[in-house]
């Protein structure tokens, strides 16, 4: 066996600390100007930050879940849990020229090299795309483990990774809270999260674990990481040249907010509380 | 007679636009031979050559490189994730947390100068003042420890260290050995060449005594740069800079100062009591202290500038928050009265006015221009506005800006030390007028 070659998938989102009013006039003003766009990522209005430098729009860094990704792929390394090492770590990311910005993050805290499939600035790309996109990657780059983020806390899909387990036919683990390998250079064993506790399933690879939340602390990148990273290669590359097109399958009706919620009410005791439910008809 | 007017005109004009567009005046070398001028804040030390920008197309003073803003996005996110938690704890018990330390040297944020041979970052000077800003933002305490090691202690080792020291301790400042800068005395603060402690040489070296005070990071650090006077009769001329370590014989820490604000950062009183010192621990030349201090100090001030903009911008969003979210009354968000609203315009202009006076300060230093002038003024008004937007945050906030909770009160009381470490604000009025009294008097 020879030494894994990690790809990690990661997206451009609006920051999660971003506050929410700036989120909701983003979402409300890309209503009106894209009326079939279900989230709010892609074009924003241009807006000042408390911090006079981030102006001409909202924050954006890593999804959160793609840092914990990037987190287990180094940390596979450093602490050789693989048998043979680990050779390569290659970032991925489809999404506007800004998204470079993440890719050098996702360098200085680790990745070996990053690879860019450039769209327009408000483009929205399905997952299935994706999925193919990164079939591509793998077949390209040899890639023997994809470790994604469960999904990205924008449109919060959760889809990715599973299409592309299933467009490569390689066994799947989702919401990793661990991940460990067999002495052999082969099993996989994977804790996911799931309703009321974990699960513990053993596969071999090549796999697709997507990370959940507990997988780990992502690191803060360094200073002289963040310099080294300046000197790792971003590749660029078109989805013509991958063969995958990113047309859209899917066609958004209507996007609404939900209701407000109605304020609850009071019973004094059990009694109470048992003839209220008849009353709504819940008993 | 008209025609002696007609040869003098050209010479009058000139003078004329001279004096009325002074902004276009060039850093020329106007300021050499000035290096002996006595305030220790108003000599121009030009290391750097300065470096052709003429062709450069401006970009606003807010613009960071790309490597800037990474750096301010790691650094943000690691100052309230990490150091936020800890800030009250610390401030309470006047003491800095080891694990803090310990971080700030794995993040790379005590080497940031220093160049990747020796394990630093290898930054350049503008992505320190950035550290410091978005440190000061969390824990004005923990931006001057930062501060003080890498605009001081590391630059001056860089500068002006022998081979052997830079090879020695270089790699040490940037992972594990805080710095300190030993120049203030009980005698000497703003006459800084006034000071005291003696140094006298031995067969093997130095021997220092004496006594330095109000010394910052005294109680972290393990490598401290001392200023001393090698020969008082020849005045500042004397006074030349020296490594000591700690633990080294008849050095010891007399007293830790309680203070008003910055109590996390250890500030102290040190005693030297015939502390020898081998002969390689002479940073520099013998008798030239008197220039690295004034050099040091003039840098060192834009990094005070951006611990009080920090500052200033923590304070600001800690308040504005709240004002906008939380605290009702009258049945309106409190942010929402127009009264509130002008005054949190105008601290916001305050802030941007100061923030581009510390950037600013930065980028001519970085140019290799005449900066000392812009530090001044940036150092000036930076502690001006950290401590009057700290001080009505802390008003907007009401009760809850008056308690020892969150970081309203605390911002208030460190935003003191700005008007007074690293050159006091009189001092700084001082150069200012110095400097300009040389620019518009035409005698």
């Known amino acids: 066996m020879s030494a894994l070659r990690i790809l990690v998938p990661v997206k451009r989102v609006i920051d999660y600390a971003a506050s929410s009013s700036s989120i909701a006039l983003i979402s409300h003003s890309k209503r009106k100007q894209q009326s079939n766009t279900p989230c709010f990522t892609g074009q924003t209005p241009r807006q000042q930050s408390p911090n006079g430098r981030r102006n001409g729009g909202v924050k954006h860094s890593m999804n959160p879940f793609d840092e914990l990704s990037i987190e287990e792929s180094v940390r596979i390394r450093e602490k050789k849990s693989y048998p043979h090492g680990v050779s390569d770590i290659i970032a991925f990311t489809c999404g506007p020229p800004k998204s470079a910005d993440i890719l050098r993050t996702a360098m200085a805290m680790g990745a070996d090299r990053s690879i860019h499939v450039e769209t327009k600035d408000g483009d929205e790309i399905e997952p299935l795309s994706v999925a193919k996109l990164l079939r591509a990657v793998v077949d390209k780059e040899k890639v023997d483990l994809v470790v994604l983020g469960k999904q990205s806390i924008d449109d919060d899909a959760g889809q990715t990774g599973q299409m592309l387990a299933g467009l490569l036919g390689w066994a799947q683990a989702t919401q990793a809270s661990k991940v460990s390998f067999e002495g052999d250079g082969k099993g996989v064993v994977v804790e996911k999260e799931v309703d009321g506790g974990s699960e513990t399933t053993r596969s071999n690879l090549p796999m697709v ?37 990113l047309g859209k399958r899917l066609k958004t009706l209507k996007v609404i907010e939900p209701p407000p919620r109605q304020g609850g009410g009071k019973v004094e005791d059990v009694d109470g509380m048992i003839s209220k439910l008849k009353e709504l008809g819940a008993i | 007679m008209a025609s002696i007017i007609k040869t003098l005109r050209p010479a009058v004009q000139r003078a ?200 910052t990071n005294s109680v972290e650090a393990n490598f401290f740069i001392v ?148 530090a001044a003024m940036a150092k000036l008004y930076a502690s001006q506005v950290a401590g009057r937007v700290s001080g009505l945050a802390i008003e907007w906030m009401g009760g809850m800006g008056f308690v020892r909770e969150g970081i309203a009160e605390k911002m208030w009381r460190d935003s003191k030390i700005g008007a007074i470490y690293e050159g006091t604000s009189n001092i700084q009025l001082t150069t200012i007028a110095k400097l300009l009294k040389k620019q518009y008097s035409t005698s």
């Open chain 2, 227 to 374: 200023f001393a006077n090698l020969d008082h009769s020849k005045g500042y001329k004397g006074i030349t800079a020296f490594v000591v370590e700690k633990g080294t014989k008849g050095f010891s820490i007399a007293k830790k100062e309680k203070k008003l604000g910055i109590k996390a950062s250890s500030t102290c009183v040190l005693n030297f009591d015939d502390v020898e010192i081998p002969k390689g621990n002479l940073l520099g030349e013998e008798g030239q202290g008197y220039k690295y201090a004034i050099a040091l100090l003039n840098e060192g001030r834009i990094g005070i500038a951006a611990q009080m903009t920090g500052l200033a911008l923590g304070a600001f969003e800690n308040a504005a928050k709240y004002v906008w979210n939380d605290r009702k009354q009258f049945g309106q968000l409190v942010g929402d009265f127009q009264g509130m609203q002008h005054q949190i315009a105008q601290s916001y202009t305050e802030i941007a006015a100061a923030r581009a006076l510390v950037y600013n300060a930065a980028r001519k230093k970085e140019a290799g221009e005449d900066f000392v002038q812009d």
């Open chain 1, 209 to 245: 674990v997507t990370a959940d939340l507990r997988l780990n602390e992502p690191r803060y990148a360094s200073l002289p990481n963040i310099m080294k990273a300046k000197k790792k290669k971003i590749e660029k590359i078109t989805a013509e040249e991958l063969g995958v097109d």
């Open chain 2, 16 to 215: 004329t636009t001279y004096t009325a567009r002074p902004a276009l005046r060039t850093a020329g070398a106007r300021r050499i031979g000035q290096q002996h001028a006595r305030p220790l804040s108003s000599t121009a030390q030009r290391r750097n050559e300065a470096v052709d920008i003429s062709e450069i197309p401006p970009t606003p003073i807010t613009h960071l490189s790309e490597i800037e803003t990474a750096m301010a996005d790691s650094v943000s996110k690691f100052a309230s994730d990490i150091i936020g938690p800890k800030v009250r704890e610390m401030d309470e018990n006047e003491a800095m947390d080891p694990t803090v330390v310990e971080q700030l040297f794995e993040q790379g944020l005590m080497g940031v100068e220093i160049p990747e041979e020796y394990g630093g970052a290898g930054m350049n000077f503008t992505a320190a003042i950035v550290g410091i800003e978005e440190l000061a933002r969390v824990d004005p305490s923990v931006s001057v420890m930062v501060d003080v090691h890498n605009t001081l202690v590391n630059t001056a080792v860089l500068r002006y260290g022998s081979a052997e020291l830079k090879k020695k301790w270089l790699p040490r400042l940037a992972t594990d050995t805080v710095g300190s800068f030993c120049l203030s005395e009980p005698i000497s603060g703003s006459d800084a060449f006034a000071l005291a402690t003696k140094a006298t040489k031995t067969d093997s070296g130095y021997k220092i005594s004496g006594g330095k005070m109000w010394i």
